[in-house]
């Protein structure tokens, strides 16, 4: 699991483990290809190549207009602040530990966690000066297993 560690507001109060919805796209996307089941393959028995329904996408969207609201939309990251918390970055980006007044409490937690669950925290060796995590780049970089 890829981690780091990023500055929010001491009341930010998202749900642990579950994405951030800053992180997902609410438009609709492209809807499956209903020729072709999504596959992208031409559907009629016997004849190769590319579904002429999808171009071989395998997907289709309703109208152009909904790919391009779908492709305007950008991701919000969650409100910054003083406190310190963990998240991973594995999938979209969920918070993993609760917000933290302050870096040494964050740590502490860390290594509470890391006996907790038995797992191994290695800090990534280009993060020399972790826990002396940058203040003008908001977060550092932690590696999991
Ligand atoms: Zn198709």
Redesign the pocket.
């Known amino acids: 699991m890829e981690c780091e560690i990023r500055r929010v507001r001491h009341d930010f109060n998202w749900p642990l483990d579950e994405r951030w919805g800053g992180f997902l796209n609410p438009r609709p996307g492209p809807r499956v290809?209903?020729?072709?089941?999504?596959?992208?393959?031409n559907?009629r028995l016997g004849v190769y190549g590319?579904?002429?329904?999808?171009?071989?996408?395998?997907?289709?969207w309703r109208r152009p207009k909904d790919k391009r609201r779908y492709d305007r939309w950008r991701p919000s990251n969650p409100p910054k602040g003083d406190g310190w918390q963990l998240w991973e970055t594995t999938s979209e980006g969920s918070p993993i530990s609760p917000v933290f007044a302050t870096q040494q409490a964050l740590i502490s937690w860390l290594v509470a966690d890391v006996v907790r669950k038995g797992r191994w925290i290695g800090v990534e060796r280009t993060h020399d000066r972790w826990p002396d995590v940058p203040r003008h780049r908001g977060h550092g970089s932690v590696v999991m297993s």
């Open positions: 290809c209903k020729a072709c089941d999504g596959s992208g393959q559907a590319r579904c002429k329904k999808c171009r071989g996408n395998g997907s289709k």
